[in-house]
């Protein structure tokens, strides 16, 4: 990809870019309460590994699996990740990055897009006190929204169409991240938070970051 400079938009990821990770064993536990929701009891690790992150072909086995239904298991997931983050954001355990106050002073329209539900971003952008973003895109809790998470370009496309954006910088930390800002034909800066030290990427972003403040040096 040939780096462009003069973006006129910027859109982030959120899960490790403004806002700390969650915590996998959180997460872990909402796989099992979600499982108990639709009514199976210790489910196995494997499969509660699988209900973390599915694609939708896993996501039907594993319910024709337990003998239930795809969306039933899905929406069980789904509000059970969403009440476990915000537990998170209310206790304060999951909590914005310093850097992100650099954000402030961009003069160009921002954005979020994520893999995580909408919802959740949402309960985010108010728990962090995180304010002035122009549009915000997490994932719809529905099997549709499945297939429409990164690598996918989907939201990340329409980000970038309801900004009016033709050269925006789509700033993340992770290779799916670089992957759909490849799949939607634009920049991709890649932030190396401490949870990313010796992570390696599989495509190369225009841009590597070690803080947030330095977006304001390529707008």
């Known amino acids: 990809m040939t ?60 319910a024709a699996d337990h003998g239930v239904e795809p969306d039933e298991l899905w929406t069980a997931r789904e509000e ?16 914005h990055y310093d850097d992100v106050t650099t954000l402030e002073s ?21 728990h962090c006190d995180l304010a002035g973003f122009d549009v915000w895109y997490g994932r719809e809790p529905t099997l549709e929204g499945i297939e429409r998470k990164k690598p996918t370009p989907y ?12 050269n925006p910088l789509y700033v993340g930390d992770s290779r799916v991240d670089v992957a759909a800002a490849d799949a939607a034909d634009i920049d991709a800066a890649f932030i190396r ?19 947030l403040a330095a977006v304001s040096d390529l707008v």
Do not use: W
């Open 3 to 62: 780096t462009q400079m003069a973006y006129d938009a910027v859109i982030f990821d959120n899960d490790g870019v403004l806002t700390t990770p969650t915590d996998r064993d959180v997460l872990i536990d909402a796989m099992h309460d979600a499982f108990e929701t639709v009514g199976v009891t210790d489910p196995a690790a494997d499969h509660v590994d699988t209900l973390l992150s599915p694609d939708l072909p896993s996501l039907r086995r594993l």
């Open 80 to 95: 059970a990740a969403i009440a476990a983050q915000l537990a998170e954001l209310r206790r304060g355990e999951k909590r």
């Open 106 to 126: 961009l003069s160009v329209p921002t954005g979020i897009v994520s893999n995580n539900q909408h919802e959740t971003i949402g309960n985010v952008l108010e």
């Open 155 to 166: 939201y990340l496309e329409r980000a970038c169409t309801e900004l009016g954006a033709e």
């Open 193 to 211: 938070r401490d949870h990313r030290t010796g992570y390696e990427l599989s495509r190369e972003p225009a841009h590597e970051l070690e803080s």
